[in-house]
T-cell receptor, first 110, second 113 residues
Framework: SQQGEEDPQALSIQEGENATMNCSYK?????LQWYRQNSGRGLVHLIL?????REKHSGRLRVTLDTSKKSSSLLITASRAADTASYFC??????????FGTGTSLTVIP | DAGITQSPRHKVTETGTPVTLRCHQT?????MYWYRQDPGHGLRLIHY???????DKGEVSDGYSVSRSKTEDFLLTLESATSSQTSVYFC????????????FGSGTRLTVV
């Protein structure tokens, strides 16, 4: 399978703490994306990072990409209860389609 | 989700019956996708389309067919539903996958009994 794998599978933190989740993938990519999925809803695009980029920020989100290790991380700073969701990475090994991992389930405790 | 709707939202059907799920977009995006989401498997690509009448298979295409006769509509058909096709189905659209992410629909929960 070409899909990425997120780690950890589940993460529980207190409100205000930072949350870090990781994604590893198997083949060379053009870009990598992170998505959030609230329970019972569709996925929402968070951020896209290209293979020639090492870090991107969007609000409280920080994504890093290390193509030599075939890995990416998503950091959510100062977490809120509303950040409780599943987070998925997606990679585009073939260009026109993305492969998704199985996700990290994040619980932020108020 | 703005610009993309899936119908129906929920469906229960019997084994062996044909089922068609519809994805409709108002964004005029070129690319459309059907994924299924199952516990422990994440999202897996079933079929995708890169233009009217242009479609290709994904990693779990067996038992599914698609059609795209208009830019705005992408239909997923289960020719003869089986219990293993019980899942949540998501449609997604993209303007350009090199530079933009997907926009997902709200999903269709299909139960095959």
């Amino acid at each position: 399978s070409q899909q990425g794998e997120e780690d950890p599978q589940a993460l529980s933190i207190q409100e205000g703490e930072n949350a870090t989740m990781n994604c590893s993938y198997k083949t060379s990519i053009n870009n990598l994306q992170w998505y959030r999925q609230n329970s019972g809803r569709g996925l929402v695009h968070l951020i896209l990072i290209r293979s020639n980029e090492r870090e991107k920020h969007s609000g409280r989100l920080r994504v890093t990409l290390d193509t030599s290790k075939k890995s990416s991380s998503l950091l959510i700073t100062a977490s809120r209860a509303a950040d409780t969701a599943s987070y998925f990475c997606a990679t585009d090994a073939t260009g026109n389609q993305f492969y998704f991992g199985t996700g990290t389930s994040l619980t932020v405790i108020p | 989700d703005a610009g993309i709707t899936q119908s129906p939202r929920h469906k229960v059907t019997e084994t062996g019956t044909p089922v068609t799920l519809r994805c409709h977009q108002t964004e005029n995006h070129r690319y459309m996708y059907w994924y299924r989401q199952d516990p422990g498997h994440g999202l897996r690509l079933i079929h995708y389309s890169y233009g009217v009448k242009d479609t290709d298979k994904g990693e779990v295409s067996d038992g599914y067919s698609v059609s795209r006769s208009k830019t705005e509509d992408f239909l997923l058909t289960l020719e003869s539903a089986t219990s293993s096709q019980t899942s949540v189905y998501f449609c997604a659209i993209s303007l350009n996958v090199a530079n933009y992410g997907y926009t997902f629909g709200s999903g269709t929960r299909l139960t095959v009994v």
